[in-house]
């Protein structure tokens, strides 16, 4: 597969969380002594924990707040122009910024949506956002 548009720089750290994108079943770390998610990975929990596990996410969330791309970094996103990009607030908490699929017009703070996985290299899947409403 060739994909022309930026894949993360994976690191161990983050390791456990780009499997589990690429195994459609997305998790983020949870403090094992205070129980808060956190995403992006990180070593500590705001409480100074370094203890964490690896837990399932629903996938589902609401748009906190999201943008719309006319003038893309690149041709190959400008070729998508225009895109939504949105900070979506996860049910267990933390906000993950990602794609959300739908129609610029479409989109809306508050809006629900869910996770979905994109395999775009053999190594390297990723994930973004649709609406609730769509399968
Ligand atoms: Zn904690």
């Known amino acids: 597969m060739s994909y022309d548009k930026f ?3 994976i690191t161990a750290l983050d390791r456990p969380f780009w499997d589990s994108v690429k195994a459609e079943a997305a998790a983020i770390q949870r403090c094992d002594d205070c129980g808060t998610f956190r995403f992006i990975p990180r ?3 705001s409480c100074g924990s370094a203890s964490a596990t690896w837990a399932p996410i ?6 906190y707040t999201y943008t719309v791309v ?5 041709p190959v996103y400008q070729a998508d ?3 939504v990009i949105a900070h979506i607030a ?3 908490g933390p906000r ?15 809006m629900p949506v869910h996770i979905v996985y994109r ?10 956002f649709v609406p609730a409403a769509t399968a």
């Open 70 to 74: 006319h003038r893309a970094p690149t």
């Open 43 to 45: 070593e500590r929990c």
């Open 58 to 63: 629903a996938g589902t969330g609401t748009v």
């Open 7 to 9: 894949l993360p720089t």
């Open 96 to 110: 993950m910024i990602g794609w959300l699929e739908c129609d610029p017009d479409d989109a809306a703070i508050g």
């Open 81 to 83: 122009a225009p895109y």
């Open 119 to 128: 395999h775009v290299t053999d190594d390297v899947s990723l994930f973004a």
């Open 90 to 92: 996860l049910d267990e």
